[in-house]
């Protein structure tokens, strides 16, 4: 088949493939490396707040509890499809076997918050990360 995401037109980095689209996501990739597998969505969500985003995350995750105050230090400023997004990098808790690591990023349109979310072992994602930097760099996100 030659369908690709309903909505955003996307270039795919080498060893980054079409995913099962998972209803809310316009946007499902599957990164591959050896065994590992590593996944990319691209949500549009309504607004809501950055912080109970960020906490539902670090739920998936099992990772450690953060307060706001330590979400706000650990967000940092990133470039997506030419315009500031929050991104936050988590990684799972000590009882989490095997150990995931997430990065979050919400990107603001209008009435819209894409979230875009790359988790996968945390070996991977650093492997991957500057490609997925690159890629959301250049998302062509509706206004």
Known sequence: GGSTSPG??????????????????????????????GAITVTP?????????????IGQLGAEPMTGEQ??????KIDVGGAEA????????PSVDPKKRLVGIRAI????AWFIKFDGPP????????????FIMKLPLPE
């Open 8 to 37: 955003l037109n996307v270039e795919l980095p080498e060893g980054w493939t079409q995913g099962r689209s998972t209803g809310v996501s316009v946007v499902s990739l599957v990164v591959k490396d050896g065994d590992q597998t």
């Open 45 to 57: 969500l309504n607004v809501s707040p950055w912080d109970a985003n960020v906490q539902r995350w």
């Open 71 to 76: 979400i706000t230090k650990a967000t940092e």
């Open 86 to 93: 929050d991104m936050i990098d988590l990684v799972s808790g």
């Open 109 to 112: 349109r209008g009435d819209t």
């Open 123 to 134: 070996e991977l994602v650093e492997k991957e990360l500057d490609k997925f930097k690159n």
